[in-house]
């Protein structure tokens, strides 16, 4: 077993309280980390900022009065389901980066985020849609996002560690299905298919920390983040009421573990390989978390230590794998 976890995968609904837990561990020591929770200096790497800027672009879109190619409408899922493996194509991207520390030096961040999309919505078998369009559409397009594109860019390279040795890396997504679904879900859809995206190298190292909330508890928490005027926020964004029910109204998470021969694992298939992904659950279905959104100089110190005593369980039981 490695000194550290190396890779965590943190995995859960909408709201349930994933990019809360990243904030809390963020103002935990080193030693705190190590000792406590088995994990070195974090490196987070993220796809909601993909989703972001996907729905951004179809905005751009649909105001020079061309239909969206991502997203039904501002309010509505994804077009193409396969889509969720075009966002896992660019964590992919993101982590090979990351390693190789590849700084891009575009002479616009917009068009080689363009690319980027197409050539990972390639990998997931969906044909180009952004390099199709007209090119006077698309430079107008890139324009407009140039200034976001350029702080994802920059914010990325500034995530490059010297080395990911000692450290552990936390990749963050939620997944899911349409309420009602059986399982298993249609392909594009939940973790079975997202997990099977990943690069081997990742999956190799993976365990997972699942935060627990039911379908309900994610659409309020959901509701009661939602800052309209802060739409990119990691803490504060929200999504949509259709995007909850659709694409979040269950998850598979007990179905896949149920489907796996050893007991507290996922089995994952993809590159020609099964990995046996070991899991552990940080019980958020009463909700723990939330005051982490406010200043840590306000966090009641009875819910900080129910929230330490939570997580600490959860990694000892993945260090223990």
Known sequence: MAENIETVLLLALPASGKSEVRRYLSHLTAQQCRSEFHLGPTTQLDDFPYVHLMRRIDDELERCGKPRVFFHSSQRPFINELDWGTLIHLVNEDYRDLVAKHAARPSSAAELLFDR??????????APRLRTLEPSLLREAAAALEREAAELLDDKHKNYPESLKGRTLVIEFARGGPQGACFPLPKGLGYRYSLSQLEPDILSKAS??????????????????TDPNDPGSILHHGVPEEVMRHDYGVDDMDWLETQSQTPKTLEVKAGGRTFKLPVARFDNRSDKTSFLREDPSRWPAAQVRAVHEG???AFDELAGS
């Open 208 to 225: 997972i920390l699942y935060v627990w909330v039911t379908p309900e508890e994610s659409r309020r928490k959901n509701l009661a983040r």
């Open 117 to 126: 999309i197409d050539s990972a919505g390639k990998k997931a078998s969906i």
């Open 311 to 313: 997580l600490k369980a």
